[in-house]
């Protein structure tokens, strides 16, 4: 089993940052695909950056230019640098991963994997005034 940790949320201004943490522990593997993705109340879950192992990483057009997921393989963490915050970014932030060694498929990732991703954490709270 894995467990993820996700941190960092809080409350800024229109314009500011604020940087995410996911810290994975447990039966990990070295080949990883760890997304970020995010719930705002009343809507569906959304995926927004996804990172592989090699360091190849995706973004939803929403937050491309604004947000950067990087990896600390030492650590097991990933990030998610988030800067130019809207109001429309406030939401739930949850992060997400699956191994490519526990399936017998080609996983794929992207920011949008969404369905793949078999292990969560519960999640932050980013909330950004206009």
């Known amino acids: 089993q894995v467990q993820l940790v996700d941190s960092g949320g809080g409350s800024v201004e229109a314009g500011g940052s604020l940087r995410l943490s996911c810290a994975a522990s447990g039966n990990t593997y070295n080949k990883y695909c760890m997304g970020w993705f995010r719930q705002a109340p009343g809507k569906e879950r959304e995926g927004v950056a996804a990172i592989d192992s090699d360091g190849a990483a995706s973004y939803a057009d929403s937050v491309k230019g604004r947000f950067t997921i990087a990896q600390d393989n030492a650590k097991n963490t990933v990030y998610l640098q988030m800067n130019s915050l809207k109001p429309e970014d406030t939401a739930t932030y949850y992060c997400?991963?699956?191994?490519?060694?526990?399936?017998?498929?080609?996983?794929?990732?992207?920011?949008?994997?969404?369905?793949?991703?078999?292990?969560w954490g519960r999640g932050t709270l980013v909330t950004i005034s206009s």
């Open positions: 997400a991963a699956v191994y490519p060694p526990e399936k017998l498929y080609t996983v794929v990732c992207k920011w949008d994997t969404t369905v793949g991703m078999d292990y």
